[in-house]
């Protein structure tokens, strides 16, 4: 039934569900801007990971948010979700009475968990288990198309035609942050590197990025290395009283924003396929990615930035000239 004559129509709202990793937050980020172009006065929401939740400040376009790790799923250093928060969170998205939700989550439980929220339209690619729970179904992913030209499938059900999409973060604002960076880096140019990823059997070995590492860095240009502590304790290991070292943990203390606007003042990024890699992209940062093997024909960097890709099928196949190779031209095209 429409609103009586003389009676204000209530908001278009629109939450967006993507409860996987990192990279996944990144991608699904394209989809905001696309959202209030088309409902500017929309109330639009967001359903994230707890561990991905420091990302939410520079996401544009985003009005409210709801973070809980899933109790099904691990984190990335993390244990599976408190079964007791991801109800309270999903507590909280039913009273907030969404009209619409894009879910871009793999597992079924997501899709029932936002069905049990009441929100009316759902909608959702077709995977296993998930029709029941949606309103809206899309045929499934095209493993053969990047990853932003089939996510924006998800746009159409909302009468929202999009021929391209491009991811992109904002860390301008975050004036806290900035100034923790540029003290701790002592206003010197630096460059990002993050040699680790989800799977060590993708990883070039440490000892071909301590090489890259030894050979861009100088009086001039700082490393900043990129990881969790655990992954780093191994580099610091390896430092060798390195002055031009610097470690993300003695940085960040875990919080995953001040990480964010550390790699956005990066002159260069270099890292493999994973979430800091599609920050540093959506970041507008020159961005070369390592694909030792991975999705390089959709999983490469979707941000308006410059970027290079190195992809072999192993990681035996890449070493440090082959990274240093590539870093130069990407410097050199802008």
């Not at 991801?86 to 439980?109: G, L, N, Q």
């Not at 968990?113 to 809206?136: C, H, K, Y």
């Not at 301590?210 to 290395?225: D, F, K, R, Y």
Request: glycine share 6%; charged share 20%.
């Amino acid at each position: 039934m429409g609103a009586e004559e003389g009676q204000p129509q209530r908001s278009e709202s629109i939450l967006v569900v993507t409860l996987d990793n990192l990279g996944d937050l990144v991608f699904v980020s394209a989809l905001f801007p696309a959202i209030r172009k088309q409902f500017p006065a929309a109330t639009i929401g967001l359903w994230c990971k707890s561990y991905a939740s420091g990302l939410i400040p520079l996401i544009p376009d985003l009005d409210v948010s709801y973070a809980a790790d899933p109790f099904w799923h691990r984190s990335p250093g993390r244990g599976k979700g408190s079964v007791w928060r991801f109800i309270a969170v999903a507590a909280s998205v039913r009273r907030a009475r969404f009209d619409k939700a894009i879910i871009f989550s793999a597992p079924w439980r997501a899709a029932a968990t936002v069905a049990m929220t009441s929100i009316p339209v759902r909608i959702g690619f077709e995977r296993r288990r998930n029709r029941r729970w949606l309103t809206d179904v899309l045929p499934p992913h095209d493993r053969k198309r990047p990853v932003l030209e089939d996510l924006g499938r998800l746009l159409q059900p909302l009468g929202i035609q999009t021929s391209s999409l491009v991811y992109r973060l904002d860390a301008s604002k975050l004036n806290i942050e900035q100034a923790r960076v540029s003290s701790f880096m002592q206003d010197r140019p630096y460059i990002a590197l993050h040699p680790f990823a989800g799977n060590q059997s993708r990883c070039v070995s440490l000892e071909e990025w301590i090489s890259v590492a030894n050979e861009l860095a100088s009086n001039e240009t700082q490393i900043l290395w990129i990881g969790t502590s655990k992954e780093l304790a191994a580099l610091k290991k390896r430092s060798n009283g390195s002055t031009s070292w610097h470690y993300a943990d003695d940085l960040s203390d875990g919080s995953l924003t001040t990480i964010a606007v550390a790699i956005s003042r990066a002159k260069l990024f270099i890292g493999h396929d994973s979430g800091p890699m599609h920050i540093a992209a959506a970041l507008s940062v020159p961005t070369l990615g390592v694909f030792a093997p991975g999705e390089s024909a959709r999983t490469f960097p979707q941000g308006p930035g410059q970027w290079r890709i190195i992809a072999r099928s192993s990681p035996l196949e890449i070493s440090a000239r082959d990274i240093l190779a590539e870093s130069s031209a990407l410097l050199a095209s802008f």
